[in-house]
């Protein structure tokens, strides 16, 4: 698959080249054929785990659908896309029991585990991604939100529909805005308490209703870090699947050099130079700091200011 120019296409399960087929989804006897297909597949997720199978020294990420059946209480099932003549979609499973001491030809892995450390190739990663969060959604939507009826999977598992009220539910996504507030030489990073030991990262926070990202950047560093912003430059989008946001990549410059960290959202947030967050990229910071891995969003927003040289 040839990638696109933009970012976008090269951060972690942003790849996918899925054809959705999302005119058709409403098409039963077009879905019901591509389900009866001899080459379809099914990606499983166990409760919010992806299932994978052992095959050699690697795993494979795609199963029969009449295997999948078979690995548990079976929940939900949605088309995910057309992967050249093959179907492929996603099959929601009950959480499964820890494999017995790893005998077993199956793998429970989280979808982090399985980006950082290279167990998967991208576009695998983007499907379960793809399947990991409108799974989730299922899971979480099962009744009407306007009359608490429950609800009925349809349009191959992109809609909930109320038997009740005739209310139609969609799956939901989050936009998250996360940005580098930049003066000079120096940018803004900061860290949380559940971040691993010595890790800093590019603040971030929900884009809230009647709000554009631009003003969602500058709204999260005042708040979180008393930083003044003026003018705020797009940088590229990731999704991301904990449990289904979409990152939206910002730098913006800053207007001053106050900083007032919100301990109530932050562990601690500093100015850096663009030497030291070189250093954290390449992992050679003096004091040991680091950042995160390439398959986050915020790895990249870092190195197109500080290797890159982009500016907002």
Known sequence: MTLPL??????GYAQNGLDRLAEHRDDAARMEGLRASPLARTVVVAGDIPLLRRAGDGLDALFHLAEAEEL????????LGLDGDAPVFATLLDARAPDDQGQ??????????????GLLPPPALGRLAQ?????????????????GQPTASAAAGWRRECPGCGAQHFPRTDPVAIMLAVRGDRCVLGRQARFAPMMYSCLAGFIEPGETVEDAVR????????????????????????????????????????????????????WFTREEARAMLEGTH??????????????????????????P
């Open 72 to 79: 548990g209480q079976l929940r939900e099932t949605a088309f």
């Open 131 to 147: 399947a990991k969060s409108l799974l989730f959604w299922h899971q979480r939507h099962r009744f009407c939100a306007h009359c």
């Open 6 to 11: 933009e970012l976008s296409a090269r951060l």
């Open 286 to 311: 003096p004091a040991g700091l680091g950042c995160p891995p390439p398959i986050a969003i915020a790895h990249h927003i870092m190195r197109a200011w500080a290797v890159d040289g982009q500016e």
């Open 219 to 270: 709204r999260e560093l005042h708040e979180e870090a008393g930083v003044r912003t003026s003018r705020v430059r797009y940088l590229a989008s990731q999704p991301w699947p904990f449990p289904a946001s979409l990152m939206i990549g910002c730098l913006a410059l800053a207007t001053s050099d106050e900083l007032t960290v919100d301990s109530n959202e932050l562990e601690d947030a500093r």
């Open 104 to 117: 077993s030809a199956l793998v429970s892995i989280d979808l982090r585990t399985l980006a950082v450390q």
